[in-house]
């Protein structure tokens, strides 16, 4: 006589870890967390795998899928906002400038890129590739990089005024002060080292050197602070593409000159450092119309909202 089939034995109450309250299914499986779909193709049963529990409908969230727009543009940000930005580009222009000084190892980049430089341009024997790099070259002129930095102090100063800001004039100086330092960061410099370029060719008496660059320095902080103002009234999509838009230029202004053979790899890489110095320090410098300063947000902080005497955020340019 065959013994009666004993009972299954009941799964533990408490769900597994990472899954959902029990529902109310015949197969008493577990329903994980979440509001990716979860059931199989074939099957009512849910799937188990890592991939299956996975929110797609949060971008933000680690393991999203696909991969969060504008994630590059916010990681690229969080790291120029960085403190180790002037760090960097202080030892590596303090480390350039001596090498150039005591014509150091490092130089042999310079002889290297400038042979790679050269035997692609015979290579290609390219007009256009060597039309455009002396069109990228002159875009870090004095003109048109300094009109344009004008230009922008003049558009965010009317926008700041348009907005009520007390101190709508600031971005004008901002401008003029920013073309006024680049002359007075470069030329002694140039004076200063002596460096011939490329050519080889030596100085003539009362001539600058070529370290550092000049037209890179110019491209660098003209368009970068114009960026910087510009962006102090934009929304933040028009200011990241503002942003790119400067470093495309930046960069854009040192391959022209070392593809025309006018500079140094590390002519170049020295301004940039010194561009980046001086931009770093702005940014956490240059209000932004209708945030609070300290001392709006200090007082904000200590009222409730709608309480007597509670004004609206004002601008620390007011």
Not at 71 to 94: E, I, K, Q, T
Not at 174 to 193: D, G, M, Q
Not at 258 to 267: I, T
Not at 299 to 311: D, F, H, K, L
Request: aromatic share 6%.
């Amino acid at each position: 006589m065959d013994s009666e089939p004993q009972p299954l034995a009941e799964p533990s109450a408490e769900p597994p870890f990472g899954a959902g309250p029990r529902a109310g299914r015949e197969d008493n499986q577990a329903v994980p967390y979440g509001s990716a779909h979860t059931e199989g193709r074939s099957t009512d049963r849910p799937t188990h795998t890592p991939r299956g529990a996975r929110n797609g409908d949060h971008p933000s969230r680690p393991g999203a899928l696909p991969p969060a727009p504008g994630r590059l543009f916010r990681v690229l940000g969080r790291a120029a906002a960085s403190s180790a930005v002037p760090v960097v580009a202080m030892v590596l222009l303090v480390l350039v400038s001596w090498q150039v000084v005591v014509d150091g190892p490092l130089l042999g980049l310079d002889r290297g890129v400038r042979h790679g430089v050269a035997t692609a341009r015979h290579d290609l024997h390219s007009s256009v590739l060597d039309q455009l790099g002396h069109v990228l070259a002159d875009l870090g002129s004095t003109v048109p990089a300094i009109p344009v930095l004008l230009a922008a102090g003049g558009l965010v100063a009317w926008r700041f005024h348009q907005a009520g800001a007390t101190r709508w004039w600031l971005p004008i100086p901002v401008a003029v002060l920013t073309a006024i330092l680049i002359p007075l960061l470069v030329v002694p410099a140039k004076a200063a080292f002596a460096r011939p370029g490329p050519l080889g060719d030596p100085l003539l008496p009362g001539q600058w050197g070529w370290y550092p660059s000049g037209h890179t320095a110019t491209a660098t902080l003209s368009y970068g602070v114009a960026v910087l103002l510009l962006a102090r009234t934009a929304g933040v999509r028009v200011a990241r593409r503002l942003q790119a838009v400067a470093v495309l230029l930046a960069a854009g202004v040192g391959a022209g000159l070392v593809w025309s053979d006018f500079h140094w790899l590390l002519d170049v890489v020295a301004s940039w450092c010194l561009a980046a110095l001086v931009l770093w320090a702005l940014a956490r410098w240059l209000p932004r119309p209708g945030a609070p300063g300290p001392q709006a947000s200090g007082a904000a902080e200590s009222q409730a909202p709608g309480a007597p005497g509670t004004q609206a955020s004002g601008s620390s340019l007011r």
